[in-house]
């Protein structure tokens, strides 16, 4: 597959996203390679008609309009996946949470190459939101947010469109562990029914929210985790939502 | 743990943020810029023009929804180009078992070990609805559709090389031993 510019390569090249190295090597393979020079010469056709199309109300709308709520990017959609690393302590808490100014979470499913969403009708969701205790009361984490080693975070969660939630994630050295499943009761926010410990595994920690029609094979969670923590093995019905932390000592 | 589960945070403040941000990103222009390269995405996903359209515009709507994370993109190329793939992944899974789509067609391929290159793949994308799962799909199709090294996709997917290669071996080891319709049918002619 490499003997060819791959496809967004060449779109790159069209926009002048390339660096300077890459733009002479991809000129020079275009130079002696018709292949790559035919489909260049249909994406600029394509793009000839593209321009004489009209922009769509809709993204006209949108660009007038403020943007949304940001909270709305943090989630995504799958199967069934995973939890909070290795790195990460399960513990049952025993205090009770203290009230205290909240704000709002989660993930960042673009940036994990999946931009979520599997559930019809639920792309907008928020499913699942951290807190990190603090002295005066659980805290809100934003996704990119750091915690510290000891630190303890609780999670709510909001049944969407699968009965079973199970808490999973993988840390910063690729460990994944899955922590436990549970039937909310209730369509509104509620609290997990144990928390989180940070280890001292320095790195990313990937926190998921797995929701499922049934309870879940724990060690099949684990296992794709174990293969690659950006996604897993999905069953149909199934999604997910993930808060990314940034684990330092 | 009794405790902690009758604790409760307010509604109003575990809720989302009634904030909202002004809008950085100029939609509009990323439409006009990189508009051609999505719409030519969804086509080649979807394989219909009105699908595609359709897709084009939520790949942008979604930009304006997730603009914090786009603007730490250094290439909004690539940004794009992977909201338009899963986007269109989506949208096969969603419309996967209507009589219109072309998946029902046989194809005319011979079955064997280097299939997915004979392939290369038109309808790929809506033939592995059902075989894989989301991450592998990404695989194959940033693999075999737009022609990227392993490398390539790792770089794009966040992964190595090496867990891309596994990634398309498996995929072609679990097809090779139990076939899907399609390829069988394709296998007799």
């Known amino acids: 597959m490499s003997a060819h510019l791959n496809t967004l390569t060449l779109h790159q090249l069209r926009y002048g996203e390339l660096d300077d190295a890459e733009e002479v090597a991809a000129r020079a393979h275009l130079a002696t390679c018709e292949l790559c020079s035919e489909r260049l010469g249909a994406q600029q056709s394509e793009r000839a008609a593209f321009e004489a199309l009209p922009v769509p109300e809709a993204i006209r709308n949108a660009s007038a309009a403020p943007a949304p709520a940001n909270n709305n990017r943090n989630w995504i959609v799958a199967v069934a996946l995973i939890a909070v690393a290795a790195a990460v302590v399960l513990v049952a808490f025993t205090q009770p949470w203290q009230s205290a100014p909240v704000g709002t979470v989660i993930g960042d499913p673009i940036a994990r190459g999946i931009d979520g969403i599997r559930p019809k009708g639920h792309e907008d969701t928020i499913v699942v939101q951290a807190f990190k205790d603090t002295a005066s009361g659980p805290v809100a984490i934003e996704s990119g947010g750091q915690v510290r080693v000891g630190d303890r975070i609780q999670l709510k969660v909001r049944r969407p469109p699968a009965p079973w939630v199970t808490i999973a994630g993988v840390d910063g050295s690729g460990e994944a562990a899955v922590y436990g499943s549970w039937q909310p009761d209730a369509d509104d926010w509620q609290p997990a029914p144990f928390g989180l410990t940070m280890d001292d595994t320095p790195g990313k920690e990937s926190i998921y929210a797995i929701f499922t029609e049934t309870e879940p094979n724990r060690a099949a969670l684990r296992a794709t985790l174990l293969d690659d923590h950006r996604s897993g093995e999905a069953a149909d019905n199934t999604s997910w939502q993930v808060i990314i932390l940034d684990k330092v000592q | ?189």
């Open chain 2, 1 to 189: 743990m009794a405790h902690a589960l009758t604790a409760t945070i307010p509604k109003a403040q575990a809720s989302h943020s009634a904030t909202r941000t002004r809008c950085l990103v100029d939609v509009e222009a990323l439409y006009r810029r990189y508009g051609d390269m999505v719409l030519s995405r969804c086509r080649t996903l979807l394989g219909n023009d009105a699908d595609a359209a359709e897709i084009c515009q939520e790949v942008f709507l979604k930009l304006h929804r997730y603009q914090d994370s786009f603007r730490g993109e250094s290439k909004p190329s690539t940004y794009l180009y992977k909201i338009a793939t899963t986007t269109c992944l989506n949208k096969l899974r969603s419309r996967k078992r209507r009589p219109e789509d072309p998946v029902a067609e046989p194809i005319v391929v011979p079955y064997t070990d280097t299939m997915l290159s004979h392939v290369a793949l038109r309808d790929l994308a809506a033939r592995i609805t059902d075989l894989a799962d989301e991450g592998t799909k990404l695989c194959l199709i940033y693999h075999y559709v737009d022609g990227m090294t392993h490398a390539e996709v790792g770089t794009l997917l966040g992964i190595t090389a090496g867990a891309v290669r596994k990634r398309i071996r498996v995929f072609r080891n679990s097809i090779r031993n139990n076939p899907p319709a399609w390829l069988v049918e394709a296998n007799e002619l």
